[in-house]
């Protein structure tokens, strides 16, 4: 039976079975390709296991090229890469590896498992494409999603909500708990609906408590407004009671500790905040003490010392501590708890966020958020500083921060570095006191000095750009590019609001390169040396010239030496490294300038085998290939001989059981009575010598010397009087080690290669890194490196995209300097975390060398917070590290958890992200734009 749509035919008891792979391929990406141009809320998707999925890929023939797929665990950097297309059908879809316990009982209560990742375990597959899978292959079990639409204003995006909100219903009549599964986006009207149908009441006579942390937080009325709105958490409680006298509790009921209850309210609101009376608390009253923060005050009038602001916000809290309460985990929100206690105890945002700011916040400004960031951030600083030890639960914030950034949503791990990121980058537009951008027409360089163009681009900067932000966190750096063919250069001075150092590791590699001496005058010697990752092979030669002290009229050629052979001269100079894997086995051949394009002689070496020897065989290659270059294109087989004795002479045994001569005969020994000798050492360093002449009937060289096969067909014996004519480039010759030259020469150091470490061996036990310093990783982050082939640069002289290099320079450094340590490195088959142990300085952390701009500033900076990782990747757990400047202690704040620790303990290899403060200068930051020691001062 035929389907016209699809072209299909009836088989196995009605399952549609299409006619090729390629045709369910094509079906397939028509769908896909449908359902992408029409993309809107509500629209249906489906979890399918990853791992059924990418076999029916490999049976359609779906990337089979290079696809891959990433098998990643947490601690494990395993991979497979998948190129080889099946052709056996898959089975039925199998999703029971992705959902809890297996996929036992009903649908309506499986629930996915929490640590799924799309592209690693799951992949979301349109409606029309899960009803064609099921049609064609059957199985499940069906998971069911919608899109939703995340973020406001110019930030909104589609995204499918993987994880719907599971809530816990507590019913204060029986204590009987029951879980709710539904949508953000679902309405407080529809939980009500749902709870209603679940246990089978009346609405007129339930009301539901948001129950967070078994406390009665707020009423949830029935309304429009959604559960996201309402900060209603994962997992978390909501407790259902019978309605007293058909009426809504009024705002003044207590909780069972007391406090006042809210009612959260029928329509969406901006966050409620009383900026000049202090912080309103979770809730919904102010904190019991009063801080006064109007005009005139005391914690207003500016201090001289930040020291001071702290012990002035010490003083008003009558002698308890603040900054001590922990953050709770919100379900894997240890990132963002991390990064916030890093903000909410840097001491100039402190100081602002505890004066009314309300007169700076820009609810106009298209970049920002309408205000609404920086309200919830500095609304929590205030919580965080006014509740002493207790732990705050920041869903407010979190809530803001799901709608501002969906890519921080869901509740799996994310990089606490990234929502730094956005927050610095967010509260600067919240709080840009500049209303209106001017268009600034950027001029060009054009050779001007560099303190005139470095002060027109910080002009031109703030008079966009102009916050706390940028008052306290924002420095300056120059940037140099030279384009590779015309040498045309393009200076600029750009802002920058943190430092992303690279570990050396990820910038610089160390290679083992084996030098051949072409003139005689060593042995092999494997050479390791560190070059540039994106470099070339000219900064190879460097690097290894200056480790082997090349005289001036001698060079290095590259080869990659596969299988004992040459499988790639490396002759063009600006060949990129990034072209050389680490496992491949590099070796260098000295030459002489003076014969640069000559053609070259390339011996490979051969020994016996065990084998008979059958046409030709019983030889097998060996060691590594010799290399150099021949005075004549159309050499002798006497020019020959030669060569090679001179390549083999540091390989002569200081003496054997063979005759030693002395005399000379074509520029090597010739025969002559000698004594025979009873031990052999090793090589000699001695001059040039040769072996036994051997005079056969198959030839009179010295050596056994053939031509291969790629000229001629078969070994072709060299004679004497032979003359060797190729077009090639290069004459491949084979030289047979029989007994008689193992007795001369000792060839274990052709074969004795340095050990590679190949792509395969994954269960290799790694070395411990050493330590890095800081300004080993400045240093590396400053040094001039060319463009990535995917960040080229467009010079306006040739008209053309070039892979510049690149040189950074420190400008001027802001008060607060953030130095983002960057551990974690990406590539197609690989992640991986370095966990190198980089040294910082705690106290008078220098950088005045690095600064070009001297304008007499203090470029010394303190240590005062860290963001730190621990684990890897996939999962892992961020914790931060946070001094209270004064109390000159500093605190370990691991979520809910807060507790001392010792200063000698905060340098480890979790540190992820520094914070450091000016010292010597004055840290005073007032509004409107007062603060001094701004980055363009």
């Known amino acids: 039976m035929t389907i016209a749509d699809s072209g299909c035919l009836m088989e196995n008891g009605g399952s549609c079975l ?25 629209n249906s ?106 973020g406001v204003f110019n930030k909104k995006q589609f995204n499918v909500e993987v994880y719907p909100l599971c809530l816990k ?58 559960l996201e709105e309402s900060n209603l958490q994962m997992d978390q409680e909501m407790l259902l009671e019978l309605q007293v006298h ?51 005050s005391a914690l207003n009038s500016g201090f001289t010392d930040i020291d001071d602001a702290f012990g002035a916000y010490s003083a008003v809290r009558r002698g308890e501590r603040g900054g001590l309460a922990g953050l709770q985990n919100m379900g894997n929100t240890c990132f963002m708890n991390s990064a916030l206690q890093c903000l909410v105890h840097t001491p100039p945002l402190v100081e602002y966020f505890l004066q009314d700011y309300s007169d700076e916040i820009n609810a106009e400004n298209p970049l920002g958020m ?32 799901a709608l501002f950034a969906p890519q921080f949503s869901g509740y799996n791990q994310h990089d606490s570095q990234e929502l730094l990121a956005f927050l610095l980058d967010g509260l600067h537009e919240d709080l840009n006191r500049v209303k209106q951008k001017p268009y600034i027409e950027m001029k060009d360089w054009g050779g001007r000095p560099d303190e005139e163009v470095a002060d027109e681009c910080w002009r031109n900067h703030k008079a966009r750009n102009d916050s706390i932000i940028v008052d306290v966190c924002q420095g300056q750096y120059k940037s140099t590019l030279v384009c590779p ?44 040396v560190t070059v540039l990752k994106n470099g070339n092979c000219r900064d190879l030669i460097q690097a290894l010239s200056t480790a082997c002290c090349l005289r001036s009229d001698e060079s290095f050629l590259l080869a990659e030496v596969y299988d004992h052979r040459i499988y790639h001269l490396f002759e063009n100079p600006l060949e990129s490294l990034t072209s050389i894997k680490d496992e491949e086995y590099i070796v260098a051949y000295q030459l002489s300038q003076k014969g640069t394009g ?43 001989e030669l060569v090679a004795s001179r390549l083999l002479s540091p390989l002569r045994r200081t003496c054997s059981s063979s005759v030693v001569h002395s005399g000379k005969e074509n520029g090597f020994l010739s025969e002559a009575n000698g004594e025979p000798s009873n031990s052999c050492n090793g090589p000699s360093e001695s001059g040039v010598q040769s072996m036994d002449n051997c005079n056969t009937s198959t030839q009179d060289l010295s050596f056994h010397l053939f031509l291969t096969e790629d000229q001629y067909s078969g070994r072709k014996p060299i004679f004497k009087d032979s003359v060797i004519k190729s077009g090639a480039n290069r004459i491949k010759i084979f030289l047979d080690w029989t007994d008689k030259e193992l007795k001369l020469y000792d060839p274990s150091y052709l074969k004795d290669l340095p050990v590679v470490y190949h792509r395969t061996g994954f269960n290799a036990k790694k070395t411990r890194q050493e330590a890095v310093s800081l300004f080993s990783c400045l240093e590396a982050f400053l040094t001039e490196e060319p463009l990535g082939p995917d960040d080229m640069w467009y010079c306006p002289r040739c008209k053309e995209h070039r892979q510049a290099t690149k040189k950074l320079d420190l400008w001027t450094l802001p008060d607060i300097l953030v130095f983002h340590l960057k551990r974690f490195s990406y ?20 950088l005045s060398k690095f600064v070009k701009r001297k304008d007499g500033r203090s470029y010394i900076y303190e240590l005062y917070a860290v963001s730190n990782h621990y684990g890897g990747l996939g999962g892992g757990h961020y914790t931060a590290f946070a001094k209270l400047i004064d109390d000159n202690r500093w605190y370990n704040f691991d979520d809910s958890c807060v507790s001392p620790v010792n200063e000698s303990d905060i340098r480890t290899s979790a540190a992820y992200v520094l914070f450091y403060r000016r010292v010597q200068t004055e840290m005073k930051v007032g509004l409107g734009g007062t603060s001094q020691g701004h980055a363009g001062s």
């Open 18 to 42: 299409p006619c090729t792979p390629e045709e369910e391929k094509q079906i397939v990406k028509d769908l896909m390709d449908e359902a992408e141009l029409n993309l809107k809320e509500g």
């Open 45 to 150: 998707y489906y979890v399918i296991s990853a791992r059924w999925f990418t076999t029916w890929e490999r049976y359609v023939g779906q990337g089979s090229d290079d696809h891959v797929v990433d098998m990643q665990s947490s601690d494990s950097q395993d991979f497979a890469v998948v190129s080889t297309r099946i052709t056996d059908r898959p089975g039925p879809i199998s999703n029971s590896d992705i959902v809890e316990n297996g996929g036992d009982g009903e649908d309506d209560d499986l629930e996915l498992s929490r640590t799924l990742l799309e592209g690693r375990d799951y992949v979301l597959v349109p409606q029309k494409v899960w009803e064609k899978l099921v049609q064609w292959y059957r199985g499940g079990p069906a998971l069911p999603r919608r899109m939703i639409s995340q």
């Open 169 to 226: 219903l507590i019913d204060s009549r029986d204590d009987i708990e029951f879980t709710i599964r539904l949508s953000k986006k679902a309405s407080l009207h529809e939980l009500y609906e749902r709870v209603c149908a679940l246990r089978g009441t009346e609405r007129e006579k339930i009301i539901i408590w948001d129950y967070f942390n078994k406390h009665k937080q707020s009423l949830l009325v029935d309304s429009n407004r959604t």
């Open 246 to 296: 058909d009426s809504y509790p009024s705002q003044s009921s207590k909780d069972s500790t007391g406090n006042e209850l809210a009612l959260v309210a029928l329509e969406p609101s901006r966050t409620s905040l009383s900026i000049a009376g202090g912080p309103t608390l979770s809730n919904g009253h102010s904190s019991t003490y009063s801080l006064n923060l109007r005009p005139g």
């Open 370 to 401: 309408h205000g609404e960031l920086a309200l919830a951030f500095g609304e929590l600083l205030r919580k965080l500083w006014s509740s002493g030890r207790n732990a705050i639960a920041p869903r407010a914030f979190k809530g803001k921060l």
């Open 485 to 528: 063919v015309c040498s045309k250069i393009s200076i600029t001075y750009d802002p920058f609001m943190y430092l992303s150092l690279p570990l050396p590791s990820t910038v610089t590699r160390s290679m083992t390169v084996t030098v051949f001496y072409g003139d005689g005058s060593g042995l092999p010697m494997p050479y390791t």
């Open 598 to 640: 000559k053609k070259k002689l390339e011996i490979v070496h051969q020994e016996k085998t065990a084998t008979d020897f059958l046409k030709g065989s019983g030889w097998k290659d060996f060691g590594a290939p010799l290399l150099a270059q021949l005075e004549d294109d159309s050499p002798s087989g006497a020019d020959i």
């Open 827 to 846: 590539s197609r088959y690989l992640k991986n975390k370095l966990d190198t142990f980089v040294d910082f300085l705690i106290h008078n952390l220098d």
